[in-house]
Structure formats: structure tokens, C-alpha cells
């Protein structure tokens, strides 16, 4: 069964400093990951995805992430941090069958600091 | 106009009643998601639809139940509200065009209920 790990339930950073949130996965087949993003008040937009392309996928605002296979993780960073970042994040993986259904990890929450 | 609407966005309803989310969309899209979101335990699925005639229970559907009247429009009721469906819920569509590595959903703003 897949399932997603995020480490971590809130990262506090100051303004300007590396943004990391992390994200493991368990599959047993190659997955399809998803992060997205979650402000307040607001529903969940795509920040990007691995489809089995690049390893290294950028996305909006300035976030990637890197697909490494050997440690089953997916995190996402950003190289400095702005207070617009704030909100949680949600990392997800998609099923492996003909659901197409997403699973999604519990979520950390960033906090940016001034 | 936004592309996922849920109404109410508000709800604050006593245990036993019935309630009703409701859920439109105008991107075309046949998939439609209902999850609920609780503190600590990210989003999880209710049920899911894949057409008008094609309705599937997610990882928690118990005390939920939904409809879908049209393609562009999928309802999620409570037949009983009891405190602990409290949470915050959200509707998402996707297009069966993108395969399943581009299952990029799209989400509704929320709908906020609180069950006393």
C-alpha cells in the first residue's frame, strides 16, 4: 500500500532563510508526487509534480523539489523564504491502480518569521 | 468566477440533523472528489465519482452519503450530524484526459462545518 510521511507538523523559518519540508514516500511501484499548497482561508493548489520525468521538478513561487529514489523521499525547498510563503503544505502521492486517487500526507505547517 | 464552488462556506448545524455540501464546477471535468480535512491528519478521501453513473466510497465514508445530479455537480450529505464530522471539507475535480500521472486535482475553497 503507498503512503506519505511528512516530517515535521510546523517549520518556523526567518524571512530569506532555506525553506525544507520533507516528504517520504512508500510505494512499491515508481510513484506520481504531488506537493501542494494550502493558505489560509483557501483550498489546495498545485505547487508540482513528479511524473517519472526530470528528478528535479521546479514549481510556482520560486519551490522545487527532488525525486530520489534510493532514500523514497520527495522534499521540497526554496532558497529564501517570504512571509507570503506562510501556509501549510501538503505532499501526495497518487495510487497506482485505476482509482486515481491521491494520498495525502498530514501536512506541515510553515511559519515565516520577519 | 471561481472555477470550484462549495456552499455553504459556513455551516453550523446541531447533532441529528441532515445536512447537505454542495459542489459545482465549470472546468468540464467528469472526476469529482469529496475529502474532509482534520487537524494533524492532512485530507481524507469520503467518496469519489468518475461520472454521473459511477459513484465510489473512499477511506471514510461511513455516516456520508452523496449524489451526483449532473456532471458539473456533486453533493456530499450528512444524514445524521453527529460532533465528530466537524471538520473542514473540500470538493476537487480532475479531467479523465490527464492520465494518472497528471492527476492534478482542483479544489473548492472549503466548506467550514461545526457540528454541536
Known amino acids: 500500500a503507498q503512503s506519505v510521511t511528512q516530517l515535521g507538523s510546523h517549520v518556523s523559518v526567518s524571512e530569506g532563510a532555506l525553506v525544507l519540508l520533507r516528504c517520504n514516500y512508500s510505494?512499491?511501484?515508481?510513484?506520481?508526487l504531488f506537493w501542494y499548497v494550502q493558505y489560509p482561508n483557501q483550498g489546495l493548489q498545485l505547487l508540482l509534480k513528479?511524473?517519472?520525468?526530470?528528478?528535479l521538478v521546479k514549481g510556482i513561487n520560486g519551490f522545487e523539489a527532488e525525486f530520489k529514489k534510493s532514500e523514497t523521499s520527495f522534499h521540497l525547498t526554496k532558497p529564501s523564504a517570504h512571509m507570503s510563503d506562510a501556509a501549510e503544505y501538503f505532499c501526495?502521492?497518487?495510487?497506482?491502480?485505476?482509482?486515481?486517487?491521491?494520498?495525502f500526507g498530514s501536512g506541515t505547517r510553515l511559519l515565516v518569521r520577519p | 468566477d471561481a472555477d470550484v464552488t462549495q456552499t455553504p462556506r459556513n455551516r453550523i448545524t446541531k447533532t441529528g440533523k441532515r445536512i447537505m455540501l454542495e459542489c459545482s464546477q465549470t472546468?468540464?471535468?467528469?472526476?469529482m472528489y469529496w475529502y474532509r480535512q482534520d487537524p494533524g491528519l492532512g485530507l481524507r478521501l469520503i467518496y469519489y465519482?468518475?461520472?454521473?453513473?459511477?459513484?465510489n466510497k473512499g477511506e471514510i465514508s461511513d455516516g456520508y452519503s452523496v449524489s451526483r445530479q449532473a456532471q458539473a455537480k456533486f453533493s456530499l450529505s450528512l444524514e445524521s450530524a453527529i460532533p465528530n464530522q466537524t471538520a473542514l471539507y473540500f470538493c476537487?475535480?480532475?479531467?479523465?484526459?490527464?492520465?494518472?500521472?497528471?492527476?492534478?486535482?482542483?479544489f473548492g475553497p472549503g466548506t467550514r462545518l461545526t457540528v454541536l
Open positions: 476537487a475535480t480532475s479531467d479523465r484526459t490527464s492520465g494518472r500521472d497528471n492527476n492534478e486535482q482542483f
Open positions: 510505494s512499491s511501484v515508481p510513484p506520481y
Open positions: 513528479y511524473t517519472s520525468a526530470a528528478t
Open positions: 501526495a502521492v497518487s495510487r497506482m491502480d485505476s482509482s486515481y486517487k491521491l494520498i
Open positions: 472546468k468540464g471535468h467528469d472526476r
Open positions: 465519482s468518475f461520472d454521473v453513473k459511477d459513484i
